[in-house]
């Protein structure tokens, strides 16, 4: 079956970065686009980050020119830079990704399985 996994969450110090890793698992044709959201106890999802298979990408204004998504390899795998992290970036991290594979040529929403990001004052 296909998956999307997630890695390189933690505790990291107000200042400093971490990098996310999204990819799919399993046999996929393509991804479409890869998003990042984040979550907190009791609050909604909240958008973070998008990038297309064009490359393009889009951030929400709170991380916009501190975090940077990218694509490596044929994009299916995505990274999620996260520089001069704040207190207030600490949640539960989740990439969000449209998989096309044999099973399903026209695409289904895959959800990674979270990460925790904790950024201590």
């Known amino acids: 079956q296909v998956r999307l996994v997630e890695s390189g969450g933690g505790l990291v110090q107000a200042g400093g970065s971490l990098t996310l890793s999204c990819g799919g698992v399993g046999t996929v044709f393509s991804i479409r686009y890869i998003e990042w959201y984040r979550q907190t106890p009791g609050a909604q999802r909240e958008f973070v980050a998008h990038i297309g298979r064009n490359g393009s990408s889009d951030y929400a204004h709170s991380v916009k020119g501190r975090f940077i998504v990218f694509n490596h390899r044929t994009e299916r795998t995505a990274f999620l830079q996260m520089n001069s992290l704040r207190p207030e970036d600490t949640a539960a991290y989740y990439c969000?990704?449209?998989?096309?594979?044999?099973?399903?040529?026209?695409?289904?929403?895959?959800w990674g399985q979270g990460i925790q990001v904790t950024v201590s004052s």
């Open positions: 969000k990704a449209d998989i096309q594979s044999p099973t399903n040529l026209q695409g289904v929403i895959h």
